[in-house]
């Protein structure tokens, strides 16, 4: 016997009127909504970003040549290798994923040139296993991309550090990152491009287990948030920085050739 499983929404209970549709799912709480009205599953012990992904979502635009960018890149192998780009709108303080890309079982030089076709002049922010030292050739993952083409920051993703503190010295726990992203959502101070489908299918997934991240289909996400610690890295496209340098490597004290 042959089985299926059939999503449906409220939009599908056509026997309500749109406004008697908009005022069931005003009734549920604002986390449950997409669970309720969507179908959208809630897991283990409740989702780590408990808003309405419409509250997030923005149509494509072009984005201003004053807003900085910065990427985010999560390693993997067996679970995806991702990366994501932003744009930081300083004057109103709201930070953008603009674009995402996801592969697995890909080495830094089949990976690379996915987020290089963004614009090599922008800024990587990666994590700490970047440190790692492959046996095989001897070189830190992260110096492994930065010789695929991409402009790799020197050191892993912190968070800013205190005033008079030095750089590196903000640490970079997990939940203060979370807590950073989901304050921004609920503040409108962070948007999501709306066709980046695989980003919003880790949003929806991303939960916790006994009060625990649950560290499974997370690679955008955890991108995101190594992009949005080290925000203040980001940078403007100038002369200098359309300047493409060969054989680069990250041997300057921020970023550079």
């Known amino acids: 016997m042959s089985r299926a499983i059939i999503s449906m929404t409220i939009d599908d209970a056509e026997h309500y009127t749109p406004e008697q549709r908009a005022a069931i799912i005003a009734s549920y709480p604002e986390h449950e909504r997409d669970a309720r009205a969507k179908g959208i599953p809630t897991l283990g012990s409740g989702r780590i970003f408990p808003i309405d992904e419409d509250s997030i979502k923005v149509d494509p635009f ?29 004057d109103s303080d709201v930070f953008y994923i603009i674009k995402a890309h996801r592969a697995s079982q890909q080495t830094p030089v089949l990976f690379a040139p996915a987020v290089k076709a963004w614009g090599s002049w922008v800024p990587t922010a990666w994590p700490h296993d970047g440190l790692q030292t492959d046996k095989g050739s001897g070189l830190q993952l992260a110096l492994q991309y930065a010789e695929a083409g991409l402009k790799m920051l020197k050191d892993k993703a912190t968070h800013a550090p205190k005033a ?94």
């Not at 807003?67 to 744009?87: E, K, L, T, Y």
């Not at 997990?174 to 949003?203: H, I, P």
């Open 62 to 90: 072009k984005i201003p040549a004053h807003w900085p960018r910065i990427n985010g890149i999560d390693f993997g192998w067996d679970h995806p290798s991702a990366g994501v780009q932003c744009a930081w709108d300083r």
């Open 164 to 257: 008079g503190q030095p750089e590196g010295s903000g640490g970079n726990g997990v939940e203060a990152g979370l807590m950073e992203m989901l304050d921004r959502m609920q503040t409108g101070r962070f948007k999501v491009f709306s066709n980046l489908d695989d980003w919003f299918q880790e949003f929806r997934l991303y939960h916790r287990k006994d009060g625990r991240v649950v560290k499974e289909f997370d690679d955008l996400i955890s991108a995101t948030r190594y992009a949005l610690m080290m925000k203040r890295k980001a940078v403007v496209q100038t002369i200098t920085t359309q300047q493409v340098v060969p054989q680069w490597r990250p041997l300057d004290p921020e970023i550079g050739y």
